[in-house]
């Protein structure tokens, strides 16, 4: 996956506020991301993320 620490990730499923997209903070073995609709910041194993993501922007 080309996922870049800014990039505005498309998941599959929701966040609980309601809002699919996500803004990458940081890339590891875990990614950090934010949510752009409640600004709730999450962190999330590499390989959970990389199958829920719908598209890149």
Same mark, same amino acid.
């Given at each position: 996956m080309d996922v870049k620490? =800014?990039?505005r990730l498309i998941m599959?499923?929701?966040h609980p506020c309601g809002n699919k997209e996500f803004?990458?903070?940081r /890339? =590891?073995?875990?990614?950090?991301?934010?949510?752009t609709?409640?600004?709730r910041?999450?962190?999330?194993?590499r390989?959970? /993320?990389?199958k829920n993501i719908k598209s890149i922007l």
């Open positions: 620490v =800014g990039d599959k499923k929701a803004e990458v903070l /890339i =590891g073995v875990d990614f950090k991301i934010r949510c609709g409640c600004g910041e999450v962190m999330v194993a390989n959970k /993320i990389e």
